[in-house]
């Protein structure tokens, strides 16, 4: 096989390769590069990629103004350090967005100084969506940008909160159900919020009870529920949006995209990637390939 040849095989190699690399994707759940129902992939193509900033350290929270930070389904243990960082952030003026059900988002709200808590149990009620006592329909309380446009939104295995100021909470009918049957009991009915907030120094906290309104399959509902126009309330109020990367589920991978993940990450990856390309270029030029 000639040069002319073997430079062929090597683009349609490295072509393959850039194919894979934008069109690979795995099934874990709240995980940005999981197109399917459980994955955040929509969510992540509607910001503007020039307003979206992706967090991968503390330390590029330092500085900041009037920004909000992204926390979707954490489930790792928070540093001193990472949690000195946070509330820093908080207080210096910027907004912290923790969306969690029974993750470590607890320990998030605790280390930083908030009076928001988990309740134990799943969130149940009368009025749902569909039949499934879990998939609750609440409704906004409060006259907020997140709830404008919006009479109500469906929930999948919600927690309730306490502490804060309720924007959406669910109906009079609901009940934490602390032993997982889905069934009213010995449990007290009652309004229990699901999206709050709070003044932390000169910053705000809010709290989303839970992550799956950000997942593909919820935001696909029927148009009368409002869990899509949340979302891009959310996008248009909080323009200047830092997306953490550091304690997230989104930044799940598995099979080939743990490899697009390295390489998206590691500028030597990148370098090497690109210098490959261009000596390709180079030999086709040369060879007046092209």
Request: net charge negative; aromatic share 8%.
């Amino acid at each position: 096989m000639n040069n002319d040849k073997i430079g062929v095989v090597l683009l349609i190699i490295a072509c393959v390769l850039i194919l894979l690399i934008h069109l690979s994707t795995n099934n874990s759940d709240f995980s940005r590069y999981n197109i399917e129902w459980n994955g955040t992939s929509a969510f992540f193509d509607l910001p503007d990629r020039h307003t979206l900033e992706e967090i991968t350290d503390t330390s590029m929270l330092s500085g900041r103004s009037n920004t909000t930070l992204l926390v979707i389904a954490p489930t790792k243990k928070f540093s001193k350090e990472d949690l000195n960082r946070y509330r820093e952030y908080v207080t210096a003026g910027n907004t912290l967005f923790l969306a969690d059900d029974y993750g470590t988002g607890y320990t998030l709200l605790e280390g930083i100084g908030s009076k928001v808590t988990f309740l134990y149990g799943t969130l149940a009620s009368i009025d749902r969506a569909y039949n499934d006592s879990y998939l609750i329909v609440a409704n906004p309380v409060s006259d907020n940008p997140l709830t404008r446009g919006i009479s109500s939104v469906v929930l999948d295995k919600a927690a309730a909160l306490e502490g804060g100021d309720p924007l959406i909470q669910s109906s009079i009918m609901s009940w934490v159900d602390e032993d997982g049957d889905g069934r009213i009991n010995d449990e007290e009915m009652g309004k229990y919020p699901i999206l709050v907030n709070e003044t932390l120094g000169k910053g705000e906290i809010i709290v989303l009870s839970d992550p799956s309104i950000f997942i593909n399959g919820m935001r696909r509902l029927e148009d009368k529920w409002g869990n899509d126009q949340f979302i891009r309330n959310f996008i248009d109020e909080y323009p200047d949006l830092l997306v953490d990367q550091i304690n997230s589920e989104t930044t799940s991978t598995s099979g080939i995209s743990s490899y697009v993940k390295s390489l998206k990450v590691t500028p030597v990856l990148k370098i090497i990637l690109a210098a490959i390309l261009l000596s390709l270029l180079a030999l086709f030029i040369r060879k007046k390939i092209i």
